[in-house]
């Protein structure tokens, strides 16, 4: 017989075994010594936590069933470490044929942003330069006019990316302890 915990991570409750507890405890533990980013460590691990939970939501569905450790390692080798670098006390891998691209939402870019950041938005949403986004947004405004009511309703309705996930989806890479790193370094508005 196994105990099992009622846990919160990343502000919904789940129920967890004792092994695959111990396991994400030893993770979550190991990646905070490593992160090493000061202030900012409090916001990745957070954004670590809620990125968990949506991976456990997603494998669970509506179901309430015990996340067990198999889910926990899975888990686990998706996100990797902060460094790339495997975890000292655990070795993994990504399965074979993982789907390593993340979702991608259309966002306002606050670190490359000029105005209100819809064109860095849509230039990293699209993969394509900033610069060629916003010349063409200046030339569609002087020829036509509507341009500039498209640039207000996308400032609108396209939600400001603040959270290094939310960077992350915003250019369509899984957002992954490495990936989040990368993003969080850059102060949100």
Not at 27 to 45: D, P
Not at 58 to 68: A, S, T
Request: hydrophobic share 40%; net charge neutral; aromatic share 8%.
């Amino acid at each position: 017989m196994k105990k099992v915990l009622n846990v919160g991570i990343g502000g919904r409750s789940f129920i967890v075994d004792e092994d695959a507890y111990q396991r994400l405890d030893l993770y979550l533990a190991n990646f905070r010594r490593k992160v090493q980013m000061g202030v900012q460590t409090k916001e990745v691990m957070d954004d670590l936590e809620t990125r968990i939970a949506e991976l456990f939501q997603e494998q669970l569905g509506v179901r309430q069933e015990v996340v067990n450790l198999e889910l926990v390692q899975k888990v686990i080798s998706q996100l990797g470490m902060p460094d790339g670098s495997p975890e000292e006390d655990a070795p993994y891998a990504n399965p074979a044929g993982e789907n390593n691209t993340g979702v991608r939402k259309l966002y306002r870019d606050p670190d490359h942003r000029v105005l209100g950041g819809v064109c860095s938005g849509l230039a990293a949403y699209c993969r394509i330069d900033t610069l060629l986004v916003r010349v063409l947004f200046v030339v569609f405004c002087i020829i036509g006019g509507l341009a500039f009511w498209v640039y207000i309703i996308f400032w609108i309705v396209a939600p400001l990316a603040v959270t290094p996930a939310q960077k992350c989806e915003m250019r369509g890479i899984p957002p992954t302890a490495e990936n989040m790193r990368k993003y969080s370094h850059y102060n949100a508005v």
